[in-house]
């Protein structure tokens, strides 16, 4: 099993920053694609970025420029740079693996981020 245990998240005023993390642990061999969404109230879950398997960072195009995805893979941590954040950036950010095989997908417990304007 594999547990993906996320931190960082807060309240933040807007044009401030914040760095989310989120880390594997378990039995992990190999990890194909790592990512963050996020889901605001009332809305659907989007894509925030994602490291694909062999591929290039995949940003929402909303969101260029201002996050930056980054990976340690000696620590199976994926992290997530914030910043010049907006109120309209408020909600529960969730890291997401692919671990092992294409067909075991984890979550993680979501944290929240809160922007004030």
């Known amino acids: 099993q594999v547990q993906l245990v996320e931190s960082g998240g807060g309240l933040v005023q807007a044009g401030g920053s914040l760095r989310l993390s989120c880390a594997a642990s378990?039995?992990?061999?190999?990890?194909?694609?790592m990512g963050w969404y996020r889901q605001a109230p009332g809305k659907q879950r989007e894509l925030v970025a994602v490291?694909?398997?062999?591929?290039?960072?995949n940003y929402a195009d909303s969101l260029k420029g201002r996050f930056t995805i980054s990976r340690d893979n000696a620590k199976n941590t994926v992290y997530l740079q914030m910043n010049s954040l907006k109120p309209e950036d408020t909600a529960v950010y969730y890291c997401?693996?692919?671990?092992?095989?294409?067909?075991?997908?984890?979550w993680g417990q979501g944290t929240q981020v809160t922007v004030s304007s």
């Open positions: 997401k693996m692919i671990v092992n095989s294409w067909s075991n997908e984890y």
């Open positions: 378990g039995s992990i061999f190999s990890i194909f694609a």
């Open positions: 490291f694909p398997s062999g591929g290039r960072i």
